[in-house]
């Protein structure tokens, strides 16, 4: 009996994405025509944000084949004039997958350069044509590229390159893909209509494959200022976040390598050609040592912890000091293997090792890698936590990480995150929006304070608007000014005003109210790759609660005294509907010909 | 005897028209108009030993039609005045149910009938005149048979007259019946039955002739129509009225509302009988006539706890049957009897508590 023996391969992020594309939203030619939309546009966006340019986009998408039914072969093509493209990032920006540049803790609309890749991917598969990425970054020259995506090895295919000149910059991304228009077309015009209420700033011009446009002029020049990029803030940061940051804190050791000893003998005044026995070269690092430089004490204590002489040094690469268990891990290159070493703890030199490896103190970790944490709250915090603020970080045990991060979550006296990395639209930029939108009789936003979940900091605004040209409730939700269109019900927004009793605030089923919601993080915590929904984060609800009620509270006074008014037009209304009723009766009752002259009892009404 | 009824009409188109002469004038002067309402309250049902029935104290509510939350239900009440005087005038009749929906025609807008009912109430109130003398009648339910004639005045029959002897099945006591004049009769006594069976089975047996009677089914609870008759044949004709109801705490109760009212009608005076005599079938009753019997029911107990707080039930066969019933904790119906012959209740029953009732 045998075991069949199971292979196992790596495979590029292409494939990986090529395999389980429908996770980043390309599930059928409905969904992937919408999603591609979607990628370039918020790329666009983006790009003009972090150079505060006021964005003008412009969307086209025409069919290959008119006469054929969907779906069918589009050309979409987005272009903006925004700053472009560096035209030697492209073929890696256009023709791999996890390229970017958004991997920093900053707010944009797209998290890792993902989507617009997938797009082309997406377009590749369904179509075989390469996509057009033209590009420019001066104004003056312009790249046109046209490429393929090598899937199983995760890199472009360049088929053509070409430079014009132009008097504009900005970006144009043509891909040719399967998509059924007349299915997603409902779709896309709602997403590009809400992109510009969320982007009052841009302006937006979509042409459909049918000859028809759609244009949305700026509202306003006044564009938010472009987010900046940060260090995370303590708050709610898990145990693996925290070994990641104190794993980059790391000590991390120096290398051997000739240059490296030709300093070291200079710093000692030796000369490499001559021979020194070991007691001599002792005698000189003793002698010397106060003067040499930390590089250098470092790896002459590796050379004399390991017994080494000068020459042998170049035969190993340390990988690891492990002061906890007083090992050193090296590699062999001449017997091509890992060896560790136990040390003795009483030597001088692996002393002066261990005080370096042993890395930052608790304090000082937490100024350097964390925002708003100054010398003041680390000591407060590592009293809060009772741990030693000179505690070295290296030397912390599994438990009291864990212990660390636990009383990050519980401490209350961290400020609230610097938001400087989020770009809110703020509550003009948002009413202006919402006014024009929506033409509504009522209308208030709010933007809440910053705050944070697992340490990304984020910001909840929210809007209100009722009556006026409104027909019915509808929700309008925005993250990092994406809208989102699919699957509302499972999204958190959709669940806080679902647990609102809104009869408390006087609103009734069906009334003519817009809830406009817009949630701006470093990272949204989205339910899955498409973008469509915001999961239910305790910190992200409560935010969203407290904007709801501050709204709804003020809506329900705006009902009140619109109640009130409606109430005195009702109270006259019904004099005049019974007075006459009760006139007409007592006439023939009191066997009168004439009516009495009642007119006069209004006069005491009004 | 026709003088009598054109008079009462005459009396209460006055009232009627005072009440609208009254509105008339305040709009004339473009002061708001307002009703003075006894209330109706339980505070203040009051009973009046002297006049042996329940009645209003002098608590009134004013209804203002200057009052937003009056003014609907002001106009109604003056809806309902003008319609009962248009009613009085033609000489038609009307239904608690016609009541509602004529309302219609004039714009007035009753939410449903209760709501109607309860302004007929309030104009009763305000006129202390049962809605039966408006010309407003419930369906009706309750009948007569006896040897007595009437003559009717509804339009259409005035100065016919009828034997209610005539037809085996009785006649229905409705708004023609009650109108009428009552002109004479050779009966010398009235028997209130509380079931349509027992009124059958007396007309079969000829109880009207053996005892010389006028038989009424009541059909449970006397309505009103019928108790104004009662009191009509009591009053006009001189005829002691004898009650016979179920061997059990409401039937008691029916025996009481006929001779003392009810607190419902208690804005309204000549609805009740104060001489009529419950003669049965009583609590000892079951056991001197050895009467199968059935348990009673936690509502037929509370009721009976209830009625012991009651004025009306502090002396007399009153309190001790009530007494008695709750000894017993048991109850007998009229058809009980059956059980010793159909005819025993009208051969042996009947004649031995009409003897008793005398001395009562």
């Known amino acids: ?606 | 005897m026709k003088y009598k009824e054109t008079k009462k009409n005459k009396l209460l188109s006055d009232l009627l028209r005072n009440h609208g002469v009254k509105i008339y004038d305040d709009l004339d002067q473009g002061i708001f108009p307002k009703f003075l309402i006894p209330s109706r309250s339980t505070r203040n049902i009051i009973y009046d030993k002297k006049l042996r029935q329940y009645v209003l104290g002098n608590n009134a509510s004013i209804r203002n039609s200057k009052n937003i939350s009056q003014l609907r239900s002001f106009t109604q009440l003056t809806w309902l005045a003008f319609f009962a005087n248009r009613l009085i005038k033609e000489k038609k009749s009307s239904t608690l149910r016609d009541i509602y929906y004529s309302s219609q025609a004039f714009s007035i807008d009753f939410e449903d009938q209760p709501e109607s009912d309860n302004i007929i109430v309030d104009l009763e109130s305000v006129l202390s005149r049962p809605r039966e003398d408006l010309h407003i009648f419930p369906e009706e339910r309750s009948s007569i048979f006896g040897d007595l004639v009437i003559e009717y005045t509804v339009p259409g029959y005035e100065g016919k007259r009828t034997n209610l002897s005539d037809h085996p099945d009785g006649y229905l006591i409705g708004p023609s019946l009650s109108s009428a004049e009552l002109i004479e009769t050779s009966a010398n006594l009235v028997i209130a039955i509380e079931k349509g069976g027992l009124f059958t089975r007396f007309v079969e047996e000829q109880v009207d002739k053996k005892f010389k009677s006028i038989i009424i089914d009541t059909a449970g609870q006397a309505p009103r129509s019928t108790r104004y008759l009662l009191r009509r044949l009591h009053d006009e004709l001189n005829l002691p009225v004898v009650i016979l109801t179920d061997g059990d705490v409401y039937g008691e109760h029916i025996a009481m509302v006929i001779k003392s009212g009810s607190a419902n009608a208690a804005h309204l005076r000549e609805l009740t009988v104060p001489d009529a005599k419950w003669m049965g079938v009583w609590a000892s009753d079951i056991e001197k006539y050895k009467l199968p019997t059935i348990p009673m029911t936690e509502s037929d107990v509370k009721r009976i706890h209830d009625l012991k707080k009651d004025p009306r039930y502090q002396q007399g066969i009153w309190k001790s049957e009530l007494d008695v019933f709750l000894k017993l904790k048991r109850k007998a119906e009229l058809e009980a009897f059956s059980k010793y012959g159909l005819t025993n209740i009208t051969d042996k029953y009947l004649p031995q508590k009409l003897e008793l009732s005398k001395s009562l």
């Open chain 1, 1 to 606: 009996m045998s075991f069949e023996k199971e292979s196992f391969n790596q495979i590029s992020p292409s494939e990986f994405f090529y395999r389980n594309r429908d996770l980043a939203g390309f599930s059928n030619p409905t969904r992937s025509i919408y999603t591609s939309i979607r990628e370039l546009v918020e790329n666009s966006l983006d790009a003009c944000d972090q150079k505060g340019i006021l964005p003008n986009i412009s969307i086209n998408i025409t069919s290959v084949n008119q006469q054929q039914s969907d779906p069918k072969y589009y050309i979409l093509t987005v272009s903006d004039n925004g700053p472009g493209i560096d035209p030697k990032h492209i073929p890696l920006a256009f023709g791999t997958v996890l390229y970017g540049s958004k991997f920093g803790l900053k707010q944009a609309r797209g998290m890792f350069g993902l989507g617009a890749t997938m797009a082309i991917l997406y377009g590749q598969i369904t179509t075989n044509t390469p996509v057009h990425v033209t590009s420019s970054i001066d104004g003056h020259n312009q790249h046109e590229y046209e490429m393929l995506l090598d899937i199983q090895k995760n890199k472009p295919i360049i088929t053509k390159h070409v430079i014009r000149k132009t008097t504009k910059k900005g970006l144009t991304i043509s891909i040719c893909l399967e998509g059924d228009y007349s299915k997603a077309g409902s779709k896309i015009r709602d997403y590009i209509y809400q992109t510009s209420l969320i982007t009052p700033y841009a302006s937006i011009k979509f042409n459909d494959p049918k000859g028809n446009q759609y244009k949305y002029d700026k509202i306003t020049k006044s564009i938010p200022p472009p987010p900046t990029i940060i260090k995370p803030h303590p708050y709610g940061i898990d145990v693996e976040t925290l070994r990641r940051l104190i794993h980059d804190t790391r000590y991390k050791v120096p290398s051997f390598n000739k240059n490296i000893l030709e300093k070291i003998y200079k710093e000692l005044q030796i000369h490499h050609n001559l021979h020194y026995d070991n007691y001599e070269i002792l005698r000189t690092i003793k002698k010397r040592w106060s003067y040499l430089s930390t590089q250098t004490k470092t790896l002459l204590s590796i050379m004399l912890c390991l017994k080494l002489n000068f020459d042998q040094t170049l035969r190993i690469k340390v990988d690891d000091i492990d002061i906890i268990n007083n090992t050193l891990t090296y590699w062999d290159y001449d017997q091509s293997k890992s060896i560790t070493i136990k040390l003795d703890k009483s030597n001088f030199y692996y002393k002066y090792l261990a005080k370096e490896a042993k890395g930052d103190t608790l304090a000082m970790f937490l100024t350097k890698q964390f925002q708003r944490v100054g010398r003041h709250t680390a000591e407060k915090f590592s009293e809060f936590a009772q741990f030693k603020p000179e505690k070295r970080i290296m030397l912390m045990t599994n438990q009291e990480l864990v212990y660390l991060s636990d009383s990050l979550q519980k401490f209350t006296d961290f400020l609230s995150p610097d938001h400087s990395c989020l770009a809110p639209l703020g509550e003009t930029l948002l009413s202006k929006g919402i006014k024009k939108f929506f033409n509504p009789d009522f209308m208030f936003v709010i933007q809440r304070k910053a705050s944070a979940y697992s340490g990304f900091p984020f910001i909840v605004e929210l809007g209100v608007a009722y009556g006026g040209s409104i027909k019915g409730t509808k929700l309008y939700r925005f993250a990092n000014r994406i809208p989102l269109l699919y699957d509302e019900s499972s999204d958190v927004v959709f669940k806080i005003i679902n647990d609102i009793d809104w009869n408390r605030y006087k609103i009734k089923n069906d009334s003519p109210l817009i809830i406009v919601s817009h949630i701006c993080s470093t990272r949204i915590p989205y339910k899955t790759v498409g973008k469509e929904n915001v999961a239910d984060r305790n910190e992200i609800e409560r935010e969203l609660k407290l904007a709801l009620q501050f709204l709804a509270r003020k809506l329900s006074s705006y009902m009140s005294k619109k109640g009130k008014a409606a109430m005195e037009k009702k109270r006259v209304d019904l004099y005049f509907t019974y007075i006459p009723l009760i006139s007409k009766f007592c006439t023939e009752l009191s066997n009168n010909e004439k009516e009495p002259n009642y007119k006069k009892i209004f006069n005491e009404i009004k």
